[in-house]
Structures are given as C-alpha cells and as structure tokens.
C-alpha cells in the first residue's frame, strides 16, 4: 500500500513539472525573471526614450504575457528603425535597418519567440483602426543598459515597439504618441 502511495505522489509531482507551462498559461502571470543593475551613461533621447540610471534595479522577462487569439492587449511604444536613430543596431530578423515609413514593429522577448515571428505581419487593433505591420526586431526584455541597446533599460514584458508609420496609420492623435493601449493578432 505504502508503494502505491509514494508510486502516485511522485507521479502528481511530475505530472504538475509537466504541466507548468499549462498552469503558467492558464494563470496569465509573467514574473521577473531577474533584475539589471543600470550602468548610466546617455542615450538617444529621441521618442522620449528611457536612459538608464546607475544603480537602478530594470526587472528582465523572458516572458510576456499569453497571446489570446484575436485580441492579445499590450502597450505599442513608439521607435525609429533608422541607422543612428533610438533603435539602437540593425533589426534583429534580417539584419537591416528600416524606414520610418515603413510598417515594421519589434515584439517584447516572449511574444518575439526565438525570432518565430521574424519577418511575419501581426494586426494591430489602436483607436477603431487596424493595420497589418512586420515584425522585424526584439524589444529585448532581458538585456539592456549597454550600447547594444542604446543605454536604454530592458523593455517590459508586453510591448509592440512601431515605426512612426504605424502610429500614423492608425490615426493616434500626437498628443497620445508614445505609449497607447492596443490589441493585437498574428495575421
């Protein structure tokens, strides 16, 4: 009897080890996977960027929050993809910079997914409006605070980073550029 028991225990426990991806999905969290001590210096202060601050804690996620179907809510920040503007290096999916005029974004490290949406369009759902943009970059969420990353912090965990043009696209008044509520899908 006693066999059975301990046989039963260990096999919950490594069903709920097999599971955790599933709960973690389920419950909707994304915790910090770590913190990044900031080091300072300047950054490109352009689209009101973030600098980072020497001795500040910036949380990293490997995570972002789960994608839900057609309307996965996230904030869209805005970012040049021009060489020497506030996106720091060529984008990570080809290795190129990008116009402002095109309808490129970088996705948060979770939604980035390795680079499995590299060169794909996602919809984005901001202000009655909808457009298709292309993934191009990482929003890195996990490192920053160097030159690589313009000395700018680790970009949270749920964040559609995109070119001016998506923001004129969608008709976002210039007083709300920056940081806005949206919704988006992989298309």
Same mark, same amino acid.
């Given at each position: 009897?006693?066999? +059975?028991?301990?046989? %039963?225990?260990?096999?919950?426990?490594?069903?709920?080890?097999?599971?955790?991806?599933? +709960?973690?999905?389920?419950?909707?969290? @994304?915790?910090?996977?770590?913190?990044?001590?900031?080091?300072?210096?300047?950054?490109?202060? =352009?689209?009101?960027?973030?600098? @980072?601050?020497? *001795?500040?804690?910036?949380?990293?996620?490997?995570?972002? $929050?789960?994608?839900?179907?057609?309307?996965?809510?996230?904030?869209?920040?805005?970012?040049?993809?021009?060489? *020497?503007?506030? *996106?720091?290096?060529?984008?990570?999916?080809?290795?190129?910079?990008?116009?402002?005029?095109?309808?490129? #974004?970088?996705?948060?490290?979770?939604?980035?997914?390795?680079?499995?949406? @590299?060169?794909?369009?996602?919809?984005?759902?901001?202000?009655?409006?909808?457009?298709?943009?292309? #993934?191009?970059? =990482?929003?890195?969420?996990?490192?920053? @605070?160097?030159?690589?990353?313009?000395?700018? $912090? $680790?970009?949270?965990?749920?964040?559609?980073?995109?070119? $001016?043009?998506?923001?004129?696209?969608?008709?976002?008044?210039?007083?709300?550029?920056?940081?806005?509520?949206?919704?988006?899908?992989? %298309?």
């Amino acid at each position: 009897m006693a066999k +059975c028991l301990l046989l %039963a225990l260990v096999m919950m426990v490594l069903l709920a080890s097999f599971n955790m991806g599933y +709960c973690y999905t389920l419950l909707g969290t @994304c915790r910090p996977s770590g913190y990044l001590k900031g080091k300072g210096g300047g950054c490109n202060r =352009e689209n009101d960027s973030e600098c @980072c601050k020497k *001795g500040k804690k910036y949380p990293q996620y490997r995570c972002s $929050p789960p994608i839900t179907g057609q309307s996965t809510k996230a904030h869209m920040t805005i970012n040049s993809f021009e060489k *020497g503007r506030d *996106g720091g290096g060529a984008s990570e999916c080809d290795n190129k910079f990008h116009s402002d005029s095109e309808m490129v #974004v970088a996705l948060s490290t979770g939604w980035y997914n390795h680079g499995s949406r @590299c060169l794909k369009n996602i919809r984005i759902h901001a202000n009655g409006r909808s457009v298709l943009a292309k #993934v191009v970059d =990482e929003c890195d969420s996990v490192y920053g @605070c160097d030159a690589e990353h313009d000395n700018q $912090p $680790p970009c949270p965990n749920n964040i559609v980073d995109a070119s $001016p043009a998506v923001w004129k696209a969608l008709k976002i008044p210039k007083s709300k550029i920056g940081d806005f509520d949206i919704k988006w899908s992989d %298309a």
